[in-house]
């Protein structure tokens, strides 16, 4: 009997014994995984304190928060926000010599010069992939594909059928180019690129050839390589 007493305590106690292992096992996991926990968490919240002062001190983040505020919309809704005027250099080309606003606004915009070679503009941009439009097109959308580095060919009823057909078709060999009549222009023909304008006599003129070779896609472009498809198409 006592034999069988003493077995039966030592099972017991060696149960009790490795509950008891097993029951610190189990804390020192949860307090791993708390501690585990804690640290995710701090992280997290000192990578978003970072995220969030670097957002607040990068202009470029601030000119993109400015661009979606409805508030600052409806403050440029109607102005173009140009602040200059043109020089001519010897080549003919004018040249805007001031600020060219870039802000999008979702309403009609009253422009400094006609046609407008830049301002704030509409959120769409024209279709400007060699597109011809034969009837008169939205300055506000126009500009948006100038800002992407296309050139902007216009014409006024003066302007001689020949010509006419000669440009439209070397737009339609020229991505990041466009046309459509404009009456209210200063010239039969007109040539406009961001911040650059020249008229020219003829399409054979050669500031056609040399103003489509310095400003499809030239340096003057604020938004280099953005699409000229998929905005508005009339």
Known sequence: ??????SSSAARKARVDE???AERARER??????VAASVVVVAGLVVGGVVLLRAQSD?????????KDPAGDAKN?????????FTTGKDGVRVWSGKLSRTHVPTKVSYP???????????????????????AVQDENAVHALEHGAVWVTYTAQAKKADVDALAAKVKQTPYSLMSPYANQDAPLMLSAWGHQVAVKSASDPEVGRFFASY??????????????GGAMK
């Not at 996991?29 to 708390?34: D, V």
């Open 19 to 21: 509950m008891r292992r």
């Open 77 to 85: 809704a109607g102005t173009s926000g140009d602040t200059g005027h």
């Open 1 to 6: 009997m006592g034999s069988d007493s003493n």
């Open 216 to 229: 499809v896609q030239g340096k003057q472009t604020p938004e280099p390589g953005a699409s000229c498809t």
């Open 113 to 135: 010069m006609h046609p407008p070679v830049g301002g704030n503009h509409n959120p769409v941009w024209l279709d400007c992939n060699g597109d011809v439009y034969k009837n």
């Open 29 to 34: 996991r949860t307090r791993m995984l708390t």
């Open 59 to 67: 202009p470029d983040t601030k000119n993109a928060s400015a661009k």
